[in-house]
């Protein structure tokens, strides 16, 4: 076994000596100990690798994140631990630590979409860079949302006032973990687009305020209002979306 | 699962996989929900797992498979040999304590997708190579390829990172000490 070798295998052993006695590693070590420019090579590796762990381990995780975890988790359970989730619970559990969020976080701290959220704007974005199509276009929203109720996809019972007067352009459907989900596009008037993205929500029904978040470019802002989770998203900042919401 | 266990388990294993998941994604947004949508994997598929000690390895797979599904594209897992490596890319070991934290998770995150899996897993949790290969479903030859060859591409990383702070840069074997002049 050359020097390389020797480098090569220990490249994979771990810092805090775990593998002393794993006998992949004998023979490499025995002459990392008969080599004294191998063994302070093996010496000062183990070192770095050992300041990388520490490093990393000290890698900062959002505050939220293990309260987000246990709620979304617990809610979506039911009433019993050992009740076995479906694709409906995991689902519920999303929607629901989107709700749950909303009251947690914060305008300004670091912003969180949960997944159907994430997912809903890659189906926006597609749609606006022309990648994708829309399942029916119209210019009259009310013909959008019959569209989506008539094919079984979620539609606003009652269109924001702000939206009322927008042209559409059109809808989509999707699905997201087996979950239907719809997104209406709108025009509006500067020109720019506004997207409504509904989806049935689980559990109790409930009606609370907007939650905003900032992601990328995209502004976005998720209420609940009865059986039904919205999202408003628009490419510009928090305050042209507020407008939509008053 | 009854709710303490998984609550000791969620304790015990959030951080890691949150660290895991922000070392792939290299975005805190896609790494949160990453590690949510983990556990919500757990609550509805680990009862299935006989042995609860694999727990943690079946979190950092299941987490692992989630990003790699998202990322929808077939990855392509260089076949690196050993006698692809160049001893001089093993030979350089920059001071990674005299770096920020947030320097160093740069450069991990410079380092190649199928590079970084494996060295995060053994830095972050000190999987073996045996437990890598199991996390990410290939051989150990493989995992012990990509350890080495990742830590090389780190090490490149870090120097550059090293330099451009103005740090010592220490070369092993000819034990030559460097001033760089950043």
Redesign the interface.
Known sequence: MD???V???L??Y???G??AS?PRFAEALDQARHDP?LQ??FE??VA??A???Q?????A??DD??E???I???V??GSG??K????W??AA??IL?AAVGSLIWHDTR??????WQ?AALEVISSLVRNESSFDAQSRSSGDLVGWLRANHAPAAGKLPDSLKNLESIGCKKFSWNGVSVSVICFTRSDGGLIHLVAMKAVGKQGKGGAHLVQ?GGWATATWRDGDMIYMLALEGSPDQLRSYLL | ???PD??QL??RQ???L??FA??LSKS???A??L???T???W???G?QLRDRSKAKSWLFTTLYREFLGRRRREVRFPQIE?NE?R?DE??I??N??A?D?AL??EA?GEVEEPFRAPL?L???E?F??QEIAEVLDVPVGT???R??RG?AQ??QRLISKEQIAGNKIVR??SEQVKESHG
């Not at chain 1, 670091?110 to 997944?115: C, I, R």
Request: proline share 4%.
């Open positions: 020097n390389r070798e480098k090569f295998i490249s994979a771990r810092p805090a775990q593998d794993d420019i302070l090579w000062e590796s770095f690798d300041a990388m762990a490093k990393l381990c000290g890698m995780v959002p994140l293990r987000n975890i246990l979304g988790v617990k979506g359970c631990w050992t076995r989730f479906g694709k619970a995991i559990a999303f630590v670091p912003a969180h979409l949960t997944g994430s992601r | 699962m009854r709710a998984f609550q969620v304790d959030y951080g890691p949150f660290r922000l070392s805190e947004a896609e949160a929900d590690t949510q949508e556990f919500f994997l609550a509805a598929k009862h050993l490596m001893e093993m030979a070991l920059p990674v304590n770096l934290g160093v998770l991990l995060t053994f830095y972050l000190q073996s190579y995992v012990m390829s350890l080495s830590k780190l090490r092993f074997g």
